[in-house]
Structure formats: C-alpha cells, structure tokens
C-alpha cells in the first residue's frame, strides 16, 4: 500500500484482505446512528441494514461508481414518522399500521429528489449551483458536525473512561500507526473498548443469547405494500402532506455532504458524475427502501469522516461495507452483537467523526478563500450557524402549518435566500471570490 505524495493512500495497491478491513470500517461507523433510527420509530432494524446496503450500491450504480458515499437512515423524516404515527392512532390505528402509512410518504419524498434532479440537468451545474457557494456549503457542513455531536456526548457519558480508551485508540493508531494500523483507526478504537468494557462487565450479551443465526430482514405485513390491501386514501394523502415537505431539507443536505465529500476527496463530484446523478441515487434508495419498510436513506456523515481520516477514497471499499451490511442484515445475532456495544465505544467514536465532518467545512471555506472581511459573507455565515444550532438546542424544530423543520433546514434556506437576494456577490463559481474587477486570491475551482 503506497502513499502519495498529497498524503492519499493509493487504493490501487490494496489487497482484497486490507479492503474486507476497510470495508468493515465503514459498515461500523454508519451503524450505530442508522439502526437508532428504527429503533426510534419502531421500524424494523435488519430491513434498515439491508436497504442501507442496497441503497448504497443503487446509489453508487447512479453515480457511475465514482462517488466514495454511503447512504444510511436520515434522522430528518423522524418528525415526519412521529406526526403520521399520532394521526394514526388518533384514527384508531396501530403504530404499526400507521407507520406502513408513513413508508407511503417517505415514498412520494424520494421521488421528489428526480424533480430537482431534472432541474440540475436541464439548468446545468453552473447555473443551479451559485445559489451553493462555499459561504453556504460551508457552514452547513459545519453545523452538521455540531449538531451531532450533542449525541456523541450523551452516549459517551454513559461511561466517560471507555469514551476516552476510544478516542485514544483512534488517535494513537491514525498518528503513530504504520501501514494498516494508520488507516483503520475507527475499527480499532470500536474492538479495543468493546474489548476493555467487556473485561469490567459492561456488556449485556443477554440479547446475543437469545438472537437466531439466520432470519428473514422484512416481513410484508410492515411494508408499504401491506396498505394496497385496505388502503384508507384519506390518510395516505395526510402522510404523503405531513412528509414530503422534509425532502426540501434533506435534499438541501445531500447537497452540502456531496461537497463534503468532494472537499474530503479533492474531487469534483458536483460536475462529475454530477448532482444529478447523485440526488437520483439518493432518492431512489429512499423510495425502495421505504417500499419495504426501512427508513429513508441519505448520504452518512460519518463515513466522510472514516474518508477523511483514512485517506483511502476508493468506492470499492464503501460498496464493500454495503455487501456487509446486506449479508448481516440476514443474521439477527450479528445484530444482538452491534446492539450489545458499550454506548460509550459508540459515543468516543462518533465524537471522532462527528468532529471531522465540522472540520471538512472549516477546509471549504478555507480552500476557496472565503472573503470574511465582506460583511455579506459574515452575515449569511453567522445566521446560518446561529440558526442551525439555536434552533436545535432550543425549541428543536419551527412549525411552519403542519411541517416542522430543522435548525438545520431552517439554517440551509435562510443561507440560500439571503445569498440570492443580498447585493455585493463575490463568488463566481468558475473565478472564485473575487472583489469588483479585481480577485482578492488566486483562481478558486471546485475540487477536481
């Protein structure tokens, strides 16, 4: 395995055993926040694994296997869920049944992302994306990050010592580490206080016990289909109402984290393959999945942070961790495993990348030299973070009629609005920043 001269590991020289490693890597950084969202909205957590794989490879199959991504469940839609459970069982209805109903909804959003989509083909990048400039991208990167990371706290204090093993592991491997040992910190740091916390009996392995080895990841009574039998059209209609509105935001979201991953990897994935080709991919892993009972897919921050930790941006790898994800989606006791893992090792961990994630937006507005002496790009900044956080510690979500949005995607429409309509714009996404007639830096491209 060589190291290029830009610090980027060459994914050419990796032998199949280094890249299983890699993959599972991936597959552990993505789960403990994708399975907590069935865990949270009684959806089914080996469908959840599955569709996270399938989804991934769909995703990557649209993107022309070029885009290092790995799609796994949005905790945007968990409002969404939430509202059409209760006007479910307000109807007399199960939660079950209810959320059936709800999987119709996150259906008819995934379907959204083809319409804007069709908006960046028709439109082209250039035009669609100068209401995306790195003044925007880039704080939403970073409050992506922040947002998170109240979770990594809350987990990691369940056990601050076994947090801080994580963290230490993870730090020492990835810079005093040789070869191997460098790249897959995050696995190392999940296994050595798995390990520690098992050793003073901080694991329950009561649910492994009990889990079978084999077992089907869905059953067709919790999927959509399972409403064509008896559909009440009344309630269809109110989810499809109460839940397509949150694709504005999640769609606003793709397009910071594919930026993410494009900064992350040096590449320009917003040209090529395209936004396009990446909001279809992401729309279809969400529809199907939703089809068959799992929560809606999105593009995982926390595998842009294993990318920027590791190096390695080799898509093989991702689509690895999907196969994984797929094959042990299908063995209930693999999943009583995950389960079992300290909340702490999960809490370290995340605390890791939650962290990288905010750091890569720091490196956006950094690398295309953003103009902070322009109180245009101050203010957007600002209220873009002020807004994103406020809102999430404070009242969690604006009641705009019957949709709730995030700090999050409050924070991201706020930022493109006022970058449309504020006067003085001094990016120029083929230029860069510029000042009047005059550049205040060198050329700034994308990423290439």
């Not at 020289?13 to 907590?36: C, E, I, S, W």
């Not at 949005?74 to 059936?100: N, P």
């Not at 010592?161 to 592991?169: K, N, P, S």
Request: charge should be neutral; hydrophobic fraction near 55%.
């Amino acid at each position: 395995m060589e190291l290029k001269q830009d610090g980027i590991y060459d994914a050419s020289t990796l032998g199949g055993g280094k890249m299983l490693v890699l993959g599972f890597q991936h597959m552990f950084a993505m789960f403990g926040a994708t399975v907590l969202v069935p865990i949270l909205t009684g959806l089914s957590v080996s469908a959840t694994l599955l569709f996270a794989g399938i989804g991934t490879l769909i995703f990557h199959l649209f993107t022309k296997f070029k885009v290092p991504a790995f799609l796994g469940s949005s905790f945007a839609f968990l409002g969404g869920y939430a509202a059409v459970k209760g006007f479910g069982v307000e109807l007399g209805m199960s939660e079950s049944v209810a959320l059936t109903y709800a999987c119709i909804g996150v259906f008819c959003a995934g379907l959204l992302y083809f319409v804007l989509a069709a908006l960046f083909k028709i439109y082209g990048v250039q035009r669609t994306m100068r209401f995306f400039p790195p003044v925007v991208t880039g704080p939403i990167i970073i409050s992506i990050g922040l947002i998170l990371s109240s979770s990594a706290i809350n987990n990691c204090q369940a056990n601050w010592w076994i947090a801080l093993l994580a963290i230490l592991i993870i730090v020492i491997c990835n810079i005093f580490g040789k070869g191997m040992i460098k790249i897959i910190p995050i696995i190392l740091g999940v296994i050595g206080s798995y390990i520690v916390a098992a050793c003073f009996g901080q694991v329950d392995w009561s649910s492994m016990k009990d889990a079978a080895w084999f077992g089907m990841p869905f059953q067709m009574e919790n999927t959509a289909f399972a409403v064509l039998k008896d559909p009440n059209w009344s309630f269809v209609g109110t989810a499809i109402i109460a839940i397509v509105p949150i694709a504005i935001a999640t769609m606003i979201e793709h397009i910071g984290d594919v930026c993410a991953i494009s900064s992350t990897c040096n590449r320009n994935f917003i040209a090529d393959p395209g936004l396009h080709r990446t909001l279809m991919g992401d729309g279809c892993a969400t529809a199907l999945a939703a089809l068959f009972g799992a929560p809606a897919n999105t593009t995982y921050g926390e595998n842009t942070g294993v990318l920027n930790l590791t190096k390695v941006f080799d898509p093989k790898v991702v689509r690895i961790a999907a196969c994984l994800a797929i094959l042990f989606s299908f063995c209930p006791k693999f999943a009583a495993l995950i389960y079992a893992m300290p909340t702490a090792t999960v809490g370290g961990v995340s605390l890791v990348l939650y962290g990288m994630i905010s750091a890569v937006g720091v490196r956006n507005l950094v690398e295309n030299h953003v103009d902070f002496t322009n109180n245009r790009n101050v203010l957007i900044a600002a209220l873009i973070l002020v807004l994103a956080i406020g809102i999430q510690y404070g009242p969690g979500s604006i009641a705009i009629g019957n949709v709730n949005l995030s700090g999050l995607a409050v924070a991201a429409l706020v930022g493109i609005i006022l970058n449309a309509i504020l006067p003085g714009k001094d990016f120029d996404m083929e230029k860069g920043f510029v000042s009047g007639k005059k550049a205040t830096a060198d050329k700034v491209e994308l990423p290439e």
